[in-house]
């Protein structure tokens, strides 16, 4: 049982380069999450998807855009990256109801030069 | 979402209890106290959650005051792989769409 798999684990890329991080779980849930982390502070919410065909900004959404694809992937597009953007990248999902928690991939750690 | 307050820092010899705190004064009725680590940069780990009464699970206990203001999560015998942050969240039930708020959390060293 995979859970939340994000690719790549690692990328490199000049400024100006464009790119695409790929979030995929295989666990059924309806929501999904694009978190970013800076050094020494807690994530933040790009963006996120209710439900398969939508999605919503979330605190941070500037320099990026995103596409629920199917209900099993969540994918976060950077069109002109920029050095601000240099981070790790968390993905999430959620069983929507209930409590359950929210259940994190193991992040894409993106600098950019 | 109601705020949270924890120490930035604590440590803990191995083999001991860990008691982390929380303070969320501002929690409302039907939110839920959440808690979860981060080990080195990894993806956020989830522990345990709670309403009003008292939870335990293989990880941990949570143990929450009456008037809900704060809690404690308690590791019960601490190791060197416990070493992380604890991030303390309260919300209404994770159902709903919008994402987690996460603070600085608390960075727990166990101590050998």
């Known amino acids: 049982n995979a859970g939340v798999t994000q690719t790549p684990k690692f990328q490199v890329l000049k400024t100006g380069q464009s790119m695409t991080l790929q979030c995929a779980q295989d666990?059924?849930?309806?929501?999904m999450y694009w978190y970013r982390q800076d050094p020494g502070m807690g994530l933040r919410l790009i963006y996120y998807?209710?439900?398969?065909?939508?999605?919503d900004k979330g605190e941070v959404p500037n320099g990026y855009n995103v596409s629920r694809l199917n209900k099993r992937e969540f994918s976060l597009r950077l069109e002109s990256a920029a050095p601000s953007q240099t981070s790790v990248y968390f993905c999430?999902?959620?069983?929507?109801?209930?409590?359950?928690?929210?259940?994190f991939g193991d992040g894409t750690r993106l600098s950019i030069l | 979402d109601a705020k949270t307050t924890q120490p930035p820092s604590m440590d803990c010899a191995e083999g001991r209890a860990a008691n982390l705190p929380c303070n969320h004064s501002t929690i409302s009725g039907n939110e839920y106290v959440y808690w979860y680590r981060q080990i080195h940069s990894q993806g956020p780990q989830y522990i345990i959650h709670g309403l009003k009464n008292n939870e335990t699970n293989e990880m941990a206990s949570l143990i929450i005051t009456e008037d809900r203001k704060s809690s404690t999560l308690i590791l019960p015998h601490a190791t060197l792989r416990d070493t992380a942050v604890y991030y303390c969240?309260?919300?209404?039930?994770?159902?709903?769409?919008?994402?987690?708020?996460f603070g600085k959390g608390t960075h727990l060293i166990i101590q050998p």
């Open positions: 998807s209710a439900s398969e065909g939508t999605t």
């Open positions: 969240i309260v919300r209404v039930a994770q159902g709903g769409a919008d994402g987690l708020t």
């Open positions: 666990m059924n849930h309806n929501s």
């Open positions: 999430a999902s959620i069983r929507t109801g209930g409590t359950q928690p929210q259940h």
